[in-house]
C-alpha cells in the first residue's frame, strides 16, 4: 500500500516538474516589454513681419483639459471624429499646454519681445482646446486649436480660437511630430497678423 502511494507521490512530482519546466520556457519566450517612445517640439522659422508690433509681452501659462492636459499623444480616426483615443507608448515630453506655451516662445523669440515679465503691458494667454493626431487609413495629419487671449491693462485686445492642420509625410510618429510643428507654426503666421492691426 505505502508502495502504491510512494509511486503517486513521485507520480504529481514529476507532473510538477514538468508544469514548472515548461512555465521557466514559455516564461523566457516572452517578447520584450514596449518601450516608452519621447517626443518634443522644434521652434520653427517664420517669415519677416512687415509691422510693427507691440512693445513688451508677458506670457501666462497655458492651459489645457481632459485628455489634452495629460502627455499620451492623442489620436483618432477620420471616420469616426468623436472618438479619442491615447496610445500606450507615445508620448509628449512635457503636457501639451507647457509645450504649446514654451515652442511659441522659442518659435516667435526673434519677432516678439518677451523680456518685460510680469511688468510688460501686454499679457498672453492661451488654451489647448485640440492636440492630436488623425489617421486616415495610411495617412494621417496633425490638429491643433489653440484659443489665444492678449489683455492690455486688464482690456482684451484680441481673444481668437486659432485651428491648423498639416498632413504628415508617412505613417510614423515622429513625422506627426514634425507636422504638429508645422501646424503651430500657421497658428503663429495668423496670430501675428493680428496682433499687428494693434495700435
Known amino acids: 500500500m505505502s508502495r502504491a502511494i510512494n509511486q503517486i507521490r513521485f507520480t504529481l512530482l514529476g507532473f510538477c516538474l514538468l ?3 515548461l512555465l521557466l520556457v514559455a516564461c523566457g519566450n516572452l517578447p520584450p516589454a514596449p518601450t516608452d517612445h519621447f517626443y ?9 513681419v512687415a509691422h510693427k508690433l507691440p ?3 508677458a506670457v501666462q501659462t497655458f492651459r489645457a483639459d481632459s485628455l489634452y492636459a495629460e502627455r499620451p499623444i492623442i489620436f483618432t480616426e477620420q471616420a469616426s471624429l468623436r472618438q479619442l483615443r491615447q496610445y500606450h507608448y507615445h ?15 522659442a518659435s516667435l523669440g526673434n519677432t516678439l519681445d518677451w523680456r518685460g515679465g ?4 501686454d ?5 489647448v482646446l485640440k492636440f492630436e493626431r488623425v ?14 487671449r492678449l489683455e492690455r491693462a486688464a482690456v482684451n485686445l484680441l481673444t481668437r480660437t486659432f485651428e491648423a ?8 510618429i515622429g513625422t506627426f511630430v514634425v507636422a504638429m510643428e508645422q501646424a503651430l507654426g500657421k497658428i503663429y503666421v495668423q496670430f501675428l497678423a493680428d496682433i499687428a492691426q494693434i495700435r
Not at 518634443?40 to 519677416?48: A, H
Not at 499646454?97 to 516662445?105: C, D, N, R, T, Y
Not at 492642420?165 to 510614423?172: F, K, R, T, V
Request: aromatic residues 4%; glycine residues 6%.
Open 135 to 148: 489617421l486616415s487609413g495610411s495617412n494621417s495629419k496633425a490638429v491643433v486649436a489653440i484659443e489665444l
Open 165 to 172: 492642420e498639416q498632413p504628415a509625410s508617412d505613417e510614423s
Open 19 to 21: 508544469g514548472l519546466c
Open 91 to 105: 508620448l509628449w515630453l512635457y503636457p501639451p499646454a507647457q509645450m504649446v506655451q514654451e515652442h511659441l516662445v
Open 123 to 127: 499679457v498672453l494667454q492661451g488654451r
Open 40 to 48: 518634443r517640439l522644434q521652434p520653427v522659422n517664420l517669415p519677416p
Open 118 to 121: 510680469g511688468q510688460a503691458p
Open 55 to 57: 512693445a513688451a509681452f
